[in-house]
């Protein structure tokens, strides 16, 4: 089909390019409609450079499900971890965060880490707070995307026909129709709005983006040996989806999920920030919009409107690179792509490349200099 | 053929979808929307009886009228063009604000998003081509970058660029105080892209992170596939190999992915229009929901999606060009 | 470990006696090839090889032996993290020239390229760029390495080349998707033969095809080299395969040559054990039923021993 080409360049770059078990056991072509490129068994086994020796990567198991333990990883838990820990942490510590018997707008000191707001109340207590409120409509609002897509993504790949074609509609629309209109224009009738419908709000207009990836996988999965081993052996549609499909598409679907959180935390941001947040919750969002309409820009409070901000990107930025870490498993050549070419690097300037040596290059170019030895073959 | 016949089937539906959408909502939230709009409206003046009709139509009726009969007759209205009457501007019809609005929307989102892709997206096939390079460290530091909140990035903008040093204007579309309305004198237009920078500045930031990503992944991907090795064995140029083999492959997802992009583009233009006080779609969206102002809402949601509709299937024609796959028969 | 003697490869008096009276037109010497991974894998070790104007070599072994990897290091094609540690490699012009295809970079390599030696990759089934046509396909190599040509007469030779190797030229304006796995084949070689090379190597050309197109396309490529004399190197794990094609076979082992020789010999007296398991794992058509079933590593078979 036509239209799928579209679908499938839609999905190869945001899905993995092959599936873990796919790379390791499962050499053969896959089926047409498969978003990855054909790599038979011959290529497999003798190509150069990206299924070079697996020296390195020589895991077996469960242990090539989990990432390798780069910087990116560690730097990304640390900084998921320590907010998360902060948010449910830090509010039993600090003061009430809407005790307004402090002095107005004081800058940061001893007494108050972040200062005050206009009405007195602590920054760093409402920060602390606000926290958990963000975190909370982040992990629900990811919660209900996440099985929204999981049903009309990995269901509608698995189940194909008409069922397929119906759930598909319903997700290109959803996934055309722009989020942020479409939440205000639900979000405006509801006289009073609760985290809770808040986070249900951004959920059910964000699982389109997932969908399609998760469909994309299932469908290629679904033409898989050992799934239609298991059809053949009489198991029930469900229990293939969770047993046999799910299992396979778990990194994935981590990496949605991650994914999902950033976006519904940003998300509830911007809808507080135009008055549609949470009445009565506090979040990051919200600090940035009373900020806002406290007028601490002339006031010159950045103390106020910076760290809501900032714990919003430190946060999406932790996250993200857990996401990488995890892209790097699903995707080897993001990972191996890269390094191959840095270690090759390295060789050449310890003189173990004889190419280089021949055409006596002067001094070893500085890192990123485009010198013609770098262009002869692409990536060497 | 069948590509574009498909594709613009899909955007009729997806009109349909919206515009029902729109129809269903107001009715499926509890309360009556259309009481307290009309409650409104009749604090500031005299409500015509096909006013109140629209609104009614708009938004749900206790009347007794069917639902399958108000579906239709919402339609009928739509389709000439009644998209009812402002509460927050009354009376001034809906899509009067619209129409006064849409042009400046346009025009700085739409510089801005071709700034934005075309950035992005080179800089990605750049970044992607030249592997295992220090630019690569980049990348992670450029996520820190796409999750800062837009509209806070604005604020801070705002506040280092406008408040402490008077450099770009703060609000407007237009210095108001010069110019009593559009007119097409240079000095207007000079004016226009003044006060356009910073917004679309904001905008660029925030959203070409993503295509940047999202090209050097593909780059690289691109770059291990089997027809880039046989084009370097064929000895060509680099740049041929570059833009011809690498780049025109790696750039179909992007393409194909517009669309998406371009909902986040939307949504952080929205928020922009307000921190500027920008006079195009996005500020009149917030206008209206901070005033209850439910028509306007619905008559924006509609032009909004239409808009990106529109912009949508245009790269879909741009993808049909560059892939020949979409055109060979099924 | 190495399984052959010290002097190299394992031949017989008839090799070298057959070699004597040929022209070489690519030597390699000492060449080794490294993959900067850790630990570092040696995929390559010290390999020579002669190939000689107009004669059809064989490069035989199985999967990982390094084959391929020799065979993209000669012709200065390896990607990262694979490195060419040593070697030496000389191209003998018709001319009379040598060229040094280790010195060689930039703009004299990228002319050296596909014009001296071309080469016809595994799995042609993406080897084609999906979104141009075939016509700018072949167009491109003509336009790099033949500035002076028209685009009528790119055209003209680009029709003659589809023709060469029997596809229709009507063809050109076809898109890879458009083309069967046989034609797409067919293209690839005729893009390796559009600047007349003098030497061609062809990576298990056939190999994912089924036999019936298998058979045409070698016949074709026969045919070819009769019509205009350049040299193959044939890389497959096929070994009977090469036994009918080719003059020379030289058989690959973990990155070594243990054996080399011509294919008359290989098939009446293989030297090597290593070649003996290789010929005695294909089954025949005659003989015993049930000959080739492999009696496994117990019966002491295994060159390297047990720990491989």
């Known amino acids: ?380 | 053929m069948k590509y574009y016949a498909r594709r613009i089937a899909f955007y009729a539906f997806t009109l349909w979808a919206t515009i029902s959408l729109n129809f269903l909502i107001p009715r499926l939230m509890p309360g009556d929307p259309a009481d307290i709009m009309l409650a409104k409206m009749a604090r500031n003046g005299e409500v015509a009886p096909g006013v109140e009709k629209t609104i009614r139509l708009l938004l749900g009726a206790d009347t007794d009228q069917s639902m399958w009969d108000q579906y239709v007759a919402y339609w009928g209205n739509i389709l000439r063009g009644d998209l009812g009457v402002s509460v927050t501007k009354f009376p001034t019809p809906v899509t009067e604000l619209i129409g006064a609005a849409l042009p400046w929307s346009i025009g700085l989102l739409g510089l801005a998003t071709i700034i934005s892709f075309v950035l992005g997206v080179g800089i990605g096939a750049i970044v992607g081509w030249r592997r295992g390079t220090w630019v690569d460290h980049l990348i992670p530091a450029s996520t820190l970058l796409q999750s800062l909140p837009y509209f806070w990035v604005a604020l801070v903008l705002v506040y280092v660029m406008s408040v402490n040093n008077s450099w770009f204007p703060r609000i407007g579309g237009y210095d108001v105080f010069t110019f009593d309305g559009p007119e097409l004198t240079w000095a207007f237009v000079g004016s226009v892209v003044y006060h356009g920078f910073l917004p679309a500045l904001v905008v660029v930031i925030s959203s070409f992170g993503g295509w940047l990503l999202g090209m050097r992944n593909m780059m690289v991907s691109t770059l291990s596939e089997d027809y880039v090795t046989t084009a370097e064995a064929k000895g060509l140029r680099t740049s041929r190999i570059f833009m011809t083999y690498a780049v025109r492959n790696a750039a179909l997802p992007s393409i194909a992915g517009f669309g998406i992009a371009l909902a986040f583009v939307v949504a952080g233009a929205i928020i922009m229009e307000q921190v500027f006080s920008y006079p195009g779609l996005g500020k009149l969206m917030i206008t209206a929901v901070q005033g209850n102002d439910f028509a306007l809402m619905q008559g924006l949601f509609l032009v909004i999606t239409i808009t990106v509709l529109v912009a949508t299937f245009l790269m879909d024609v741009v993808y049909g060009f560059i892939d020949p796959r979409t055109r060979s028969n099924g | 470990m190495s399984t052959t003697t010290d002097a190299g490869p394992v031949t017989t008096p008839e090799h070298d006696a057959y070699v004597a009276g040929l022209e070489p037109v690519l030597t390699a010497r000492h060449v080794s090839v490294d993959y900067e991974v850790t630990p570092v894998v040696h995929a390559v070790k010290d390999v020579s090889l002669t190939l000689h104007r107009g004669e059809i070599l064989g490069l035989a072994g199985e999967s990982g032996c390094g084959k391929t990897t020799l065979a993209y290091g000669i012709n200065r094609l390896l990607k990262a993290p694979a490195v060419l540690t040593s070697g030496q490699v000389t191209f003998h012009d018709k001319g009379g020239t040598d060229i040094d295809v280790v010195a060689l970079g930039g703009d004299a390599l990228r002319a050296f390229r596909w014009d001296k030696v071309s080469m016809v990759f595994q799995g042609a089934m993406n080897s084609l760029n999906p979104v141009i046509s075939v016509r700018a396909q072949l167009g491109d190599v003509l336009k790099t390495h033949r500035p002076g040509m028209t685009k009528a007469e790119r055209s003209a030779r680009s029709a003659e080349l589809l023709e060469l190797v029997g596809v229709d030229p009507g063809r050109l304006d076809s898109y890879a998707h458009e083309l069967s796995g046989g034609m797409r084949q067919r293209v690839m070689i005729a893009m390796a033969l559009a600047l007349n090379p003098q030497v061609m190597i062809m990576d298990e050309p056939t190999t994912a095809l089924d036999v019936v197109v298998q058979r045409g396309i070698l016949r074709e490529i026969m045919r070819l080299r009769e019509q205009l004399g350049f040299a193959v190197v044939f890389i497959t794990h096929d070994l009977p395969l090469l036994l009918e094609i080719s003059d020379r076979i030289a058989v690959m082992l973990r990155g070594e040559i243990v054996e080399i020789n011509t294919a008359r010999s290989i098939f009446e007296n293989a030297q090597h054990p290593y070649t003996r398991r290789l010929l005695g794992s294909f089954p025949s058509l005659t003989g015993d039923r049930g000959a080739f079933v492999r009696t496994g590593e117990a019966a002491g078979e295994h060159p390297e021993g047990r720990h491989a």
């Open chain 1, 1 to 380: 089909m036509a239209d799928d080409i579209r679908e499938q360049e839609l999905a190869r770059a945001a899905g993995p390019a092959v599936p873990l078990d796919e790379a390791a056991v499962d050499g053969l072509p896959a089926d047409d409609d498969a978003p990855q490129p054909v790599e038979s068994a011959i290529v497999e086994a003798s190509a150069v450079g990206t299924a070079a020796p697996t020296a390195t990567t020589a895991r077996r198991g469960v242990r090539q499900l989990l990432p390798s333990l780069s910087a990116k990883l560690v730097v990304g838990m640390v900084i998921t971890i320590g907010i998360t820990l902060f948010a449910f942490v830090a509010p039993m510590f600090v003061q009430d965060p809407r005790y307004s018997g402090n002095e107005a707008f004081l800058p940061p000191s001893a007494d108050h880490l972040l200062g005050t707001t206009k009405l007195g109340y602590d920054v760093f207590a409402q920060l602390a707070h606000g926290a958990k409120g963000s975190l909370m409509v982040g992990l629900i609002a990811a919660v209900i995307a996440i099985v929204l897509s999981l049903v009309f993504g990995i269901l509608a790949g698995y189940l194909g026909g008409w069922s397929d074609d119906f759930l598909s509609l319903g997700t290109n629309v959803m996934l055309v129709i722009p989020g942020l209109p479409l939440m205000m224009v639900i979000a405006i009738y509801a006289p009073s709005r609760s985290l809770l419908l808040v986070a249900f709000i951004l959920g059910i207009t964000s699982w389109a983006g997932a969908a399609v990836i998760l469909r994309s996988q299932a469908r290629s999965l679904r033409g898989r040996d050992y799934v239609a081993a298991a059809r053949v052996a009489g198991e029930k549609t469900g229990r293939i989806v969770l047993v046999e499909i799910m299992p396979n598409l778990l990194p994935l679907l981590a990496a949605q999920f991650l994914s999902a959180v950033i976006l519904a935390i940003l998300g509830e941001a911007g809808l507080s920030f135009i008055g549609l947040g949470p009445n009565g919750s506090i979040t990051w969002g919200t600090m940035i919009m009373d900020s806002y309409g406290g007028n601490a820009l002339s006031s010159g409070a950045w103390w106020w409107f910076v760290p809501p901000g900032l714990m919003i990107a430190l946060f999406g930025c932790g996250l993200s690179l857990l996401n990488f870490a995890i892209d790097e498993i699903i995707n080897p050549k993001l990972r191996n792509a890269p390094a191959a070419v840095k270690s090759v690097r390295r060789a050449r300037r310890a003189g173990v490349d004889v190419t280089a040596r021949a055409d006596a290059v002067p001094a070893p170019a500085a890192a990123g200099a485009v010198t013609d030895q770098d262009r002869e073959t692409v990536g060497a």
